[in-house]
């Protein structure tokens, strides 16, 4: 069954994908992530993971599909819009990153990429495999990268020349060998509007992000109390940042998603800075059920609003 045309499988996973709404797809081959590990040791290293102790485990696994998938010959990534069609940062109140208006995406793209291999076990028969979405240590930048899907930014976001970098990843790691892609080059020229912007300094040098002085890692990780150094700086940043993505100019080509899941309550909408500030855990849970925003915790939030209202 596996010994057909690889050319018309890839074809097939590809139309797939986009009937189920991604807006690219790409394929590399599964091999170790060579120029990545030294990288990877060296962030480390230099402790910009901050308390993300998850950052350090599961090093190979990281750099290694087959450690994933055993037999692992193919990393489909593939991209999910999310740009909203109204920016809710624009507003007066306080703000959070788009990813978070809706529902998580963990759960909306987790059942797509389910459909896309129960589809693609239907076509080509058993097939080993698993599929990711944020979930796992899947270096996604660097496969997305590999699959022809865009490149590494400044600010170590993928940037995809049609669409920017608003959108989710994920990846299907599977058994079985297909057709792959070309890498794209690098795009972002002698641009470093990203690393003006960031009102942190967590950008260093280009293509590095110093996780621990970054307004999502202390808006979302952090679990003790905000660096009074960073006091003043967050510009009204509760829950996540889209500073450096909406600095970015390729941003310009992002075109809002059309997923009904990703649209954001009707409550948070019209949410004032004392409405912020007077939210209760009742209002809190309404609001945020099945969002992203939970992973904070009402108090984290409310932390976090303290914070930026200084």
Partial sequence: MKQSSNNTYTSFIKAQAQALGFSFCGIAKAEFLEEEAPRLEQWLNQGMQGQMGYMEGHFDKRLDPTLLVPGAKSVISLLYNYYPEKDLADDSG????????????????????????????????????????????????????????????????????????????????????????????????????????CPTDAIPSPYVVDGSKCISYFTIELKEEIPKEVNGKFDDWVFGCDICQDICPWNRFSKPHSEQEFLPHDDLKDMSKRDWQELTQETFSIIFRKSAVKRAKYNGLMKNITFASQ
């Avoid at 389910?114 to 496969?143: H, N, T, Y």
């Avoid at 899907?149 to 608003?166: A, D, P």
């Fill in 94 to 197: 306080f703000k959070i990153a788009k990813y978070a208006y809706g529902k998580d995406y963990h759960f909306v793209i987790k059942n797509k990429l389910k459909s896309l291999f129960q589809s693609m076990s239907e076509e080509i028969g058993a097939i080993e495999g698993r599929v990711f979405v944020d979930s796992a240590p899947v270096m996604e930048r660097a496969w997305a990268q590999k699959a022809g899907l865009g490149w590494v930014g400044k600010n170590s976001l993928l940037l995809n020349r049609k669409m920017g970098s608003f959108f989710f990843l994920a990846e299907v790691i599977i058994d079985l060998e297909l057709d792959y892609d070309a890498p794209l080059k690098d795009y972002c020229g002698t641009c470093t509007a990203c690393m003006d912007a």
